[in-house]
């Protein structure tokens, strides 16, 4: 899965993009920022991991991880940037919006810098539709061919509902009509969380941010989240260990990291959650979209696996944990379910695949 880090010039996109994997790319207030492109991976975290590798103490822990692509600012009207490919396979994008005064660009206006950034993304899409649309019209004219005349149906309305300023998120597809579409990978269509990056001093009131920027419908439009964190203080945060850390969060009044909530939101913006495997080896997260069935889980695993499947054995974290990691105890307590292909597998659940592959 991918994230691509969207948004206006010096809204503190790289400084985020630092923090969320851990690099060291320079960030400036000044320069006119430079098309240059940086990608790397952020581990969602995840406490159910820490605390099953503390049961089974493995040889490796393995967190559900994203590929974080970070870009140029996308100033209004420059939309070039967009074309980027790294940034259109993105599978959502994670819009940083400026929510700290800055001496050139004045006092934060989170509004208007998201409704700036929907529109871009918008003209960017009618852009492509009326591109392709203006080939389809030529080419029904010569040859009337059915998959294409089907085709600009879609695109006609898609582009009637992008004229109407309303993103294609909001636009509801039959599934037909999305995989018909999918490969113009339109940037109006992928799940957004605009994230505010706040000032350091207003880090407290991070959960009254929809309401203080008056944000609240934007909040409830669909496949669209809501976000905050303060990327400097956060960068500090993040240079802390253990319980120096934790209290230095107190002293914010955070919980935990504002970035630990960025990246869960991400999550839950792309529909996924997660099933474990355990043992001695690994104990490891597995990223799946909400629905899945034990036998495609088992494909994220191993495609091999898939083909041979016979049996998901299932239980859930929280017996696990209550059993101490044993296996046996679980049986015994008739905890250990045997399920078959068509299963849906839940959040949390610990999968163990049975399978035979034929040599
Ligand atoms: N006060 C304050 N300043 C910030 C915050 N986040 C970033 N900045 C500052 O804003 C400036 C730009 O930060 P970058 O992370 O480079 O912003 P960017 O969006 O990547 O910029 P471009 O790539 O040039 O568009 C730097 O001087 C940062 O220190 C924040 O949370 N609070
Ligand atoms: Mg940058």
Known sequence: MKIGLIG????????????LTGSAIATARYDTGRAELHTGVARVP?????????????????????????????AKGERGGLETKEFRDADALLHVVRAFADEIAGPPDPRRDIVDLETELILADLEV???RLE????????????????????????????????????????????????????????????CLNLDEKAIGDGSAVEAKYGLRDIAGRPRTRIGWVSAVIETEVA?????????????????????????SDCYALLGLVSFFTVGEDEVR???????????????AVHSDIAR??????????DDLVAASGSFADLRTRGQLRLEGKDYVVRDGEICHFRFNVAK
């Open 308 to 317: 041979g499947f016979i049996r998901a054995e299932v239980n859930t974290y």
């Open 239 to 263: 240079q802390l260990a253990g319980l120096e850390q934790q209290a230095f969060l107190a002293d914010l009044g955070l919980k935990e990291p504002a970035i630990h909530r960025v990246l």
């Open 135 to 194: 080939r389809l019209e030529a080419s029904i004219r010569k040859q009337h061919k059915e998959v294409e005349a089907r085709e600009q149906e879609i695109l006609r309305r898609l582009k009637s509902a992008l004229e109407a300023e309303t993103p294609l998120r909001a636009v509801a597809l039959s599934r037909e009509e999305a995989k018909a579409i999918r490969g113009f990978t339109f940037l109006s269509e992928k799940p957004i969380l605009h």
């Open 8 to 19: 206006l010039p010096k809204s503190g996109k790289t400084t985020l993009f630092n923090l």
């Open 46 to 74: 995840d406490p159910r991991v820490e605390r099953l590798s503390a049961l089974f103490k493995p040889k490796k822990t393995t967190y559900a991880s994203f590929e974080v692509v970070d870009l140029a600012g996308i």
């Open 285 to 299: 997260a597995w990223p799946i979209p909400e629905g899945t069935r034990a036998q495609d889980a088992a494909g």
């Open 129 to 131: 539709i009326e591109r």
